[in-house]
């Protein structure tokens, strides 16, 4: 199915195929995320030398002060599929409500939704530490024509046809799944061109990195304290290594490629967890389990919750098979937390 060296647009024409009612709508839809990718990937990786770094001075629905870059990449995404008009719909992190969006004929008859994370990290840009997009897609369940709905984007996770993120670090990548496994893309800056780099990538069983932000450790349930304990324990091959970016993207795809567990808990803090299920967890969930590891909440299956609202947090227990599997045994002993 891949072919090394191919480009991003090739191997989208070549696997025309693999996209599920594919009349080339979804193949379009992932063709302006790549423009939007690299229009965005051009901001990022001028941050530090022109004066658009600091809060804008909104804050989003979640109560957080948002960067300048946030507004920036939310715009891009949003203008970019907007203006090509091959989606019924967006929601996004950054947006209070999703938005309907007319075809150039007036109507909306264009059969997809998306959800995106625009700038994931986003506190990480004033320190040159990597940040990343998140995107998924979901054919509408509304009649064809009419506008989109709330119920379009409040779809299980199971339901996704595509999702994918991109990660603006040493290199740019674009990583995605249509269901048909994961394959991850370059930039070659100097060309403009996202070359197949990473085919077919797959989480090890194992693993001996974990990443969760531990001065919560207080405020974590025991279940989550008593894995973190096994973590540092001296058996087996223990202790793990700890490694934690901060950025949910970067995390997760060092993990994919080197072994690892990525852990965000409900806390006393924030009692829900702080992730996002429809703009964050469903996503990589869907990548994950594309790649041969797991997500869950700590209990359950992440794809398998029905969401009740667009901005709704989960924990999130992500990553290698094996390491979320002891880390789900830890979490069983506290049935109590299951509820959050
Ligand atoms: P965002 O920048 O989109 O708000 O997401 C940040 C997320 C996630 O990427 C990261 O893993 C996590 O928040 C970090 O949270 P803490 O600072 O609480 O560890
Ligand atoms: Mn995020
Ligand atoms: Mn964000």
Redesign the pocket.
């Known amino acids: 199915m891949t072919q090394k060296h191919s480009t991003l647009g090739e191997f989208i024409i070549g696997n025309q195929k693999h996209f599920q009612y594919s009349s080339g709508e979804l193949s379009r839809l992932i063709n302006s995320i790549r423009l939007a990718a690299k229009v965005v990937n051009h901001e990022v990786n001028k941050a530090g030398l022109v004066d658009i770094l600091g809060s804008a001075g909104d804050t989003n629905i979640q109560g957080?002060t948002q960067q300048k870059l946030d507004v920036y990449a939310n715009d891009i995404f949003m203008q970019t599929m907007t203006n090509r008009q091959i989606v019924c719909g967006i929601a996004s992190?950054e947006e209070d409500n999703y938005v309907s969006i007319k075809s150039s004929n007036g109507k909306n008859d264009n059969k997809y939704v998306v959800l995106i994370?625009p700038?994931?990290?986003?506190?990480n840009v004033d320190v040159n530490v990597s940040v990343g997009t998140i995107f998924s897609i979901y054919r509408r369940v509304t009649p064809i024509g009419s506008p989109a709905q709330l119920e379009d984007f409040l779809q299980k996770g199971t339901e996704q046809v595509a999702a994918g993120y991109i990660v603006y670090g040493t290199s740019t990548m674009i990583v995605f799944t249509t269901g048909h496994g994961v394959n991850g893309f370059t930039l070659n800056p100097a060309i403009g061109t996202f070359y197949l780099s990473h085919p077919d990538m797959k989480f090890p069983e194992d693993g001996d990195i974990y990443s969760i932000?531990e001065g919560?450790y207080v405020h974590f349930p025991q279940g989550v304290k008593d894995y973190l304990k096994y973590c540092q324990a001296e058996e087996d091959n223990r202790p793990y290594t700890s490694r934690?970016i901060?950025?949910?993207?970067s995390?997760f795809h060092r993990n994919m490629i080197k072994g690892g567990i990525y852990i965000?808990p409900t806390s006393t803090r924030s009692p829900k967890g702080?992730?996002r299920l429809l703009y964050?967890c469903n996503p990589m969930a869907f990548l994950a389990e594309q790649a041969n590891g797991v997500a869950s909440d700590g209990y359950k299956r992440i794809m398998e919750i029905d969401p009740t609202e667009l901005h709704q947090r989960v924990p999130f227990f992500c990553g290698s098979k094996n390491m979320v599997k002891v880390a789900e045994e830890f979490m069983a002993k506290y049935p109590e937390n299951a509820k959050y």
């Open positions: 957080e992190e994370d700038l994931d990290g986003s506190s932000n919560n934690y901060g950025s949910l993207v995390d965000y702080k992730l964050e």
